[in-house]
C-alpha cells in the first residue's frame, strides 16, 4: 500500500517570499503520478502541478514547482513570489498508473499555509 | 459549464434520516470516484466506478451505496445517517492521470 506523508501541519511566509512544502511518499510501484492540490476557505480542490515518475525533469507552473527526488521518495512543493491568495490548505497525492489500484489518490493529511501581508 | 457538480452543496440533517448527494461530470470521463474529508480535513477515497461498474470499496459501511445510472452520473445514498457521517464529500472523474473535482458536500448530522 501507498503512503503520503507531510510532516508540516501549518506554514507561514511573509507575501513576496518563497516556501518550500515538504512531502515524502512510500510506494512499490515504478510507474506513478505525484500531485499537489490546493484547497482554499472555498473548499474547492484545484490541482496545481503535477509529475509523473518516469520524467527526471522537475514540473513547473508559473509559480509553483517541484523538487522531486524519486530515489529518496520525495515531493516538495516550492511557491516563489507567495500571494496572499496562495493561502490555503495545500495536499501532496500519489496515484499508482500501473492500474493495480484503479487509479485512486491516496492524500497526504496536508499543509496549511497562510501568506502573510 | 461546470464540469463535475454536486448536489446539494450543504446539507443538515437528523440522525437516523436517509440522504442523497448527486454528482454529474460532463467531461465523458469512464472513471467516477468519492472521496470523504473528514474534520481534520483528510481525504481518502470511499468508491469508485468505472462505466457503471463498481471497481473500488474501500471497507465503507454497508449504509453507504453508491449508484451510477450512467457513466456521467455517480450518486451517493447514506441510509441510517450518524453523527460520525458528518464531513466533506467530494466526487471526482478521472482521465489518465488527472482527477477532476466537484465543488463537495458538506454534510452535517445533528
Known amino acids: 500500500a501507498q503512503t503520503v506523508t507531510q510532516s508540516q501541519p501549518e506554514m507561514s511566509v511573509q507575501e513576496a517570499e518563497t516556501v518550500t512544502l515538504s512531502c515524502t511518499y512510500d510506494t512499490s510501484e515504478s510507474n506513478y503520478y505525484l500531485f499537489w492540490y490546493k484547497q482554499p476557505p472555498s473548499r474547492q480542490m484545484i490541482l496545481v502541478i503535477r509529475q509523473e515518475a518516469y520524467k527526471q525533469q522537475n514540473a513547473t507552473e508559473n509559480r509553483f514547482s517541484v523538487n522531486f527526488q524519486k530515489a529518496a521518495k520525495s515531493f516538495s512543493l516550492k511557491i516563489s513570489d507567495s500571494q496572499l491568495g496562495d493561502t490555503a490548505m495545500y495536499f501532496c497525492a500519489f496515484i499508482d498508473n500501473s492500474g493495480g489500484s484503479n487509479y485512486k489518490l491516496t492524500f497526504g493529511k496536508g499543509t496549511l499555509l497562510t501568506v502573510n501581508p | 459549464d461546470t464540469a463535475v457538480s454536486q448536489t446539494p452543496k450543504y446539507l443538515v440533517t437528523q440522525m437516523g434520516n436517509d440522504k442523497s448527494i448527486k454528482c454529474e461530470q460532463n467531461l465523458g470521463h469512464d472513471t467516477m470516484y468519492w472521496y470523504k474529508q473528514d474534520s481534520k480535513k483528510f481525504l481518502k477515497i470511499m468508491f469508485s466506478y468505472n462505466n457503471k461498474e463498481l471497481i473500488i470499496n474501500e471497507t465503507v459501511p454497508n449504509r453507504f451505496s453508491p449508484k451510477s445510472p450512467d457513466k456521467a452520473h455517480l450518486n451517493l445514498h447514506i441510509n441510517s445517517l450518524e453523527l460520525g457521517d458528518s464531513a466533506v464529500y467530494f466526487c471526482?472523474?478521472?482521465?489518465?492521470?488527472?482527477?477532476?473535482f466537484g465543488p463537495g458536500t458538506r454534510l452535517t448530522v445533528t
Open positions: 471526482a472523474s478521472r482521465r489518465g492521470g488527472k482527477q477532476y
